[in-house]
Nanobody, 124 residues
Framework: QVQLVESGGGLVQAGGSLRLSCAAS????????MGWFRQAPGKERDFVAT????????YYADSVKGRFTIARDNAKNTVYLQMNSLKPEDTAIYYC?????????????????WGQGTQVTVSS
């Protein structure tokens, strides 16, 4: 069982930045692929970014590529999402998720453990 707790969401103007954090309870955090997803009102949960267990590999949705950066600190059991050049269409609840795997996945159904989410609102 892995418990995930996101933080760092908030209200920001377009063009601004936020950094989300996701702290994991598991001491074997480094054995999990981590992902960030987001869900806007009335829409499905969409993939944002994922990172390999050691942090060497990552993959991004086209909509955030070049603006968002995923990173992890296995010593702190934490994964981050640095979000720059934010746009109003980035407004959503952001979730982190964990998957016990050596392969990166973009399908949210592949991830077993989820945090409660943190709201990000970007005003125009």
């Amino acid at each position: 069982q892995v418990q995930l707790v996101e933080s760092g969401g908030g209200l920001v103007q377009a063009g601004g930045s936020l950094r989300l954090s996701c702290a994991a309870s598991k001491r074997t955090f480094s054995s999990y692929v981590m992902g960030w997803f987001r869900q806007a009102p009335g829409k499905e949960r969409d993939f944002v970014a994922t990172i390999s267990r050691g942090g060497a590999n990552s993959y991004y949705a086209d909509s955030v590529k070049g603006r968002f950066t995923i990173a992890r600190d296995n010593a702190k059991n934490t994964v981050y999402l640095q979000m720059n050049s934010l746009k109003p269409e980035d407004t959503a609840i952001y979730y982190c998720a964990a998957l016990s795997s050596s392969t990166l996945y973009v399908d949210p159904q592949a991830y077993r453990y989820w945090g409660q989410g943190t709201q990000v609102t970007v005003s125009s």
